[in-house]
């Protein structure tokens, strides 16, 4: 089971950027994906959530800004970051639980995933 984040970079503020996730060794459409964010010093943030019902959450920080998707052809999940800000900056992070199920409990908590990729750098500034 793998988890490969992409699509990082430097942007400036107000742009954009589309982050992937692609899976493999197991099939993405069963599962709830999620992406978390973390800076130096701090705990790793939930920003958002897609979960196999359909169901989708994001973090107040980023609603109306960022956009969850999956392409189940491509085992792969995005995140659509528009008018990004500096205070964007962070290394993402996607995620996914040990079992397949409809959703997660709490889609938030970083307990409740057990494979996580090696992070993207997103970088916010002008």
């Known amino acids: 089971v793998q988890l490969v984040e992409s699509g990082g970079g430097l942007v400036q503020p107000g742009g954009s950027l589309r982050l992937s996730c692609e899976a493999s060794g197991f099939t993405l459409d069963y599962y709830t994906i999620a992406w978390f964010r973390q800076v130096p010093g701090k705990m790793r943030e939930g920003v958002s959530s897609?979960?196999?019902?359909?169901?989708?959450y994001y973090s107040d920080s980023v609603t109306g800004r960022f956009t969850i998707s999956r392409d189940n052809a491509k085992n792969t999940v995005y995140l659509q970051m528009n008018s990004l800000k500096p205070e964007d900056t962070a290394v993402y992070y996607c995620a996914s639980p040990y079992l397949p199920s409809a959703c997660v409990g709490t889609w938030a908590a970083s307990y409740e995933y057990d494979h996580w990729g090696q992070g993207t750098q997103v970088t916010v500034s002008s």
């Open positions: 897609t979960c196999r019902n359909g169901t989708q």
